[in-house]
Structures are given as C-alpha cells and as structure tokens.
C-alpha cells in the first residue's frame, strides 16, 4: 500500500525536502529510535522496534507521518546528539514552553513520551493550550485513524507481517484528523503526551518524568565511567553515546542506524534499509565500545553473534534483524519523496545472500579487541569467555615496522593505546 499524503505527486516533485541532518537528535532507549529536529518534530519514529513500520518519517517526505507542535518557535535545544531524552524550548505568545522527548521501552512494547511545562515568566501563573499534530503511519501502510473515548485514542495500523493498535493518552480535547488540542500546559506543572505500540502507558506525568530522569541518569553514568581518549574526548563519547542509542536492549545486537533510504549520494539511487545489524558495521561498533571502556556492551554483542549465527555461515549471511532473524526481501516503496529527492525508497534489505569477506576480519578484530581491552582492565580478568575461548599466541608476532624520515625503522602497533590502557585506537 503506497503512502497517503495531503498534496498531489506533481507538487511534490517540484520540490527537493531535505532536512538538515546534522541538526537531528537521536533519541532512543533500546526499543527503536526517533530522530527530532530542533524544534521538536519527531521527523523519523519506528514502532515497536528498529525495523518496525514508520510512524513518524517526515525526514524523507515534508507531508510524512510526523508529530509536531506547528504554533510553536524554536528557543532553544539540547547538543547532545543522543540519549534516551531530549530536551526543546518553544515559544507561543505566552512565554517558553520546556518539552522534554524520550522513547522509553516497555514490557514487549516502546512509547513516545512528550512532557511540557511552562517556564517560569514575570506575570502570574499562565494556562493556555498546546495543539500537537499527531499524524501516524501512511509510509507503507494506510494512515492511523484514531477512536477517541475522550481518556486514550486508539487506531490501528495495518503492516504487510502484523497489526498493531497505537494507543494515544493525554489531557487532550480529542484528535481531530490527526491534530490534539492538549490543555493543562501549567507553569512549572508537566503536562504528558504518550504514544504507545504494544505498550500500556498512561499519562501520569509525575510519574512519567521520574521515570525519564531515571533512564537518563543511567545512561549518564554508563558513558562517565568510559575511559576516553585524551584527543577528542568529545568525540568519542558522542560515538558511544550513538552506538548505545542503536543497540537493542533485548538482544545486545547493534543496528547499523535507525533509519532507510536517506541516501549515500543526493539524487541517486544508493539509499538502503540499514536499520538491521551487520557483522561487518556491528563489529567496528564493538571494538569501539570495548576500546572506550565498555566491555560488557562488546560482550553482549558477541554473545548475540554467537546465539544468532549459530553454525551459519556468516560469510554468506552477513546481516540479521536485531532479534537475530532473517532481514525481509527489500521491496520499494512508492510515492515518498526521498531526502532530496532521492529516489527508490526502500524496506528490507537484499545483502542476506551477499558474500562479504571482509566480515570475518572485522569481527575477529572485535574479539581480539574486547579480549584484551579486559585483559587489561582491572575487572576484565576474572571474565570467562566461554563463547570463544582465546589462547595467547606461543610468540608474539612481529610489529609493523615503518621507515622514518631518517632511513631508521621503528615499530608501530595500530591498537596500541589499546593494549597500553589509553582507550583508544591510535590515529597516527
């Protein structure tokens, strides 16, 4: 079923969309991921998992499903590029509004969580009313059509594989054709939206607020305790921050990123569905973590690898879905518009029969690094790896040797601020 949109194809065309990429958060708490812009517009939102069927993917189509607050202006926002919240200050004509975002998994299902609160102002208390416009699904499957009880919307999107009924709560007048007109936006009084896949979540604010500042002070504390390098630190925790936003919490696999068909090179055809794990990619992702001072993230990915692949040959099946099945047939879709009109648009992937031999260096190379950053570490020695036992090499092989400027010869290791304890693989 091709995508429902409120302008013609023909208008369309005339128009490249292309958002500002570098701009956008990544939000995500282990069940799939969103991407917002700094207006607080979840242009990209997979439900209830990675690879799940687009809620929200205005990032490729300007009339694509979205959830956005469109009487808003943009204050301010958060720089952090990812976390399991993000943090937006919007303006209407009575002052700032604070709106905090989070994508926070639950049981065997995932909710968008939207919080807002009045910033404190110079005059009294002030109430007023805060529309979001809530349009759901229409990428490959028919648009959610929301049943209000006046307590929680339901609607129901049907996928080519399932069925599922998104659940929307909040202290809302009702959705009329995709826009909820939320009242109770108080100063310094958290007002809650939820959207819930295969979730039941309710819009206890209080509670609701707890629980994200939980999250993010764990996720907080996870990155602290990294060890970074002393060139870029920032950079570095970035790309962890990053790679945990991409790993499934279920199954520890790394998804190779959020989202499908942005493209490699604008106005061609190279745009694919990377939202699955490759050994390849996940394992340039492992030896990154196990190098930052994340072990037990490397570790988990290498017992998803173990578990997934079994006795397959990962030389000819270099890529599953994060819950280790096979990826679906990559199919087009019709009647998006693409990120700079970049076109086909695709789900799925068609890489399951592809011989990729670089894989198997890539992911020794992630055993060998993990192994011994533990090794290394002072909790890392009393580890057992029982998926692959190691055995240290009887000699130890001879390094590289690079001539310098001199004629002389000197040794050089490209990991060896890894195996010196500097936490990072060296550029030089």
Not at 245 to 260: F, I, Q
Request: proline letters at 6%; one cysteine or more.
């Amino acid at each position: 079923m091709g995508p429902t949109h409120d302008a013609s194809s023909a208008d369309r065309a005339t128009r490249a969309w292309a958002p500002v990429l570098a701009k956008l958060r990544l939000v995500g708490d282990g069940r799939g991921a969103a991407l917002l812009s700094p207006d607080a517009n979840v242009q990209w939102w997979c439900a209830p998992d990675f690879d799940g069927p687009p809620l929200c993917w205005r990032l490729l189509d300007e009339y694509g499903g979205r959830a956005r607050f469109p009487a808003l202006e943009y204050v301010d926002a958060d720089d952090v590029p990812a976390a399991p919240s993000a943090t937006t200050l919007l303006r209407d004509q009575l002052g700032v509004i604070e709106v905090r975002d989070a994508i926070l998994s639950v049981d065997d299902g995932v909710a968008l969580v939207r919080l807002l609160r009045r910033r404190r102002g110079l005059a009294a208390a002030q109430h007023g009313i805060v529309e979001q416009e809530l349009r759901l699904g229409g990428f490959d499957t028919s648009v959610v059509h929301w049943e209000d009880d006046g307590q929680t919307a339901t609607g129901v999107l049907s996928a080519a594989d399932h069925v599922t009924s998104p659940r929307a709560r909040g202290p809302s007048r009702g959705l009329r054709r995709g826009a909820a007109d939320t009242a109770g936006c108080l100063e310094h009084e958290w007002t809650a939206l939820v959207v819930a896949v295969d979730a039941q979540v309710d819009a206890d604010a209080v509670r609701l607020i707890a629980d994200v500042e939980a999250r993010d002070a764990v996720a907080r504390r996870a990155l602290e305790d990294g060890v970074l390098p002393s060139h870029h630190p920032r950079r570095a925790l970035d790309a962890l921050a990053v790679i945990r936003a991409c790993t499934s919490r279920a199954s520890g696999a790394v998804a190779a990123a959020p989202t499908t068909s942005l493209p490699e090179a604008p106005g061609h055809d190279r745009q694919f569905d990377y939202r699955y794990t490759w050994l390849r990619d996940a394992s340039l992702s492992t030896a990154v973590a196990a190098l930052l001072g994340k072990g037990s993230d490397a570790r988990r990915y290498l017992e998803f690898v173990n578990d997934a692949w079994g006795d397959a040959d990962v030389v000819t099946q270099p890529v599953l879905d994060v819950r280790g099945a096979a990826v679906p047939d990559e199919r087009t879709v019709d009647g998006v518009s693409g990120w700079g009109a970049s076109l086909p648009i695709r789900l799925g992937n068609g890489a399951s029969g592809q011989t990729q031999y670089d894989s198997l260096g890539l992911f020794a190379e992630a055993v060998s690094v993990t192994y011994r950053s533990a090794a290394s570490s002072t909790v890392g020695p009393g580890r057992s790896w029982s998926a692959w036992p190691i055995r240290s090499p009887t000699t130890t092989p001879a390094r590289p040797r690079r001539a310098t400027a001199s004629g002389r010869c000197r040794s050089r290791s490209r990991w060896s601020t890894a195996t010196s304890g500097g936490g990072c693989c060296s550029t030089a």
